[in-house]
């Protein structure tokens, strides 16, 4: 949908839901300062704290990308919370 009422922003993690409420695209990037979501359109951001580079400076930053369908999205949440620790 072309709104924020299928996002979810809990930091570090974005999450998208399907129009019946039992998918989720999940992303989440390490060094996490703000997720965020545009309303008019069907995307979701994540700005990172890592400094800025200098033009042709290379940096490098490690995300993530899950599927996940079921209804208890905070305790998959929880769980990929301990496997991005590892």
Request: hydrophobic share 30%; proline share 7%.
């Amino acid at each position: 949908a072309q709104s924020n009422g299928n996002k979810r922003l809990e930091k570090p993690f974005t999450l998208a839901r399907s129009q019946n409420g039992d998918r989720w695209i999940i992303t989440a990037w390490e060094q996490c300062d703000r997720p965020w979501a545009n309303p008019p359109v069907p995307c979701i951001h994540s700005t990172d704290r890592q400094r800025r580079l200098a033009p042709g400076e290379t940096g490098r930053l490690r995300g993530w990308l899950w599927y996940y369908e079921g209804t208890d999205i905070q305790g998959e949440l929880k769980r990929l919370r301990s496997t991005m620790d590892r």
